[in-house]
Nanobody, 127 residues
Framework: QVQLVESGGGSVQAGGSLRLSCVVSGYSDSSFRMGWFRQAPGKEREGVASIYIVYSSPYYADSVKGRFTISLDNAKKTVSLQMNSLKPEDTGRYYC????????????????????WGQGTQVTVSS
């Protein structure tokens, strides 16, 4: 059974940085796509970044492009999200997700593409 465990959340002032990590276990299919999502209070969950394990090709939401970096460490089975120049609007609960589904035209940041989810880690950015 696939399990995802996030860590690295916390509180930081605007302009600061945080690094989130997600350890993945229980899978044998190397064609997984990994993603990071976030949900602010009262808002829908939104995709932030995605990366395809086979090609390590990243994709970002416009709101985080140039500030966030998603990366893989296949040896450690870990996907990380480096978040720089954080803004108060980046506040939310961040979730790691994995997908073994074909995209079939779905955006790689579409929530319904992903079928495995972690419990999330809170990120709070103060102004």
């Amino acid at each position: 059974q696939v399990q995802l465990v996030e860590s690295g959340g916390g509180s930081v002032q605007a302009g600061g940085s945080l690094r989130l990590s997600c350890v993945v276990s229980g899978y044998s299919d190397s064609s997984f796509r990994m993603g990071w999502f976030r949900q602010a209070p009262g808002k829908e969950r939104e995709g932030v970044a995605s990366i395809y394990i086979v090609y390590s090709s990243p994709y970002y939401a416009d709101s985080v492009k140039g500030r966030f970096t998603i990366s893989l460490d296949n040896a450690k089975k870990t996907v990380s999200l480096q978040m720089n120049s954080l803004k108060p609007e980046d506040t939310g609960r961040y979730y790691c997700a994995a997908s073994d589904r074909p995209t079939f035209g779905l955006s790689v940041l579409a929530e319904n593409l992903y079928n495995y989810w972690g419990q999330g880690t809170q990120v709070t950015v103060s102004s």
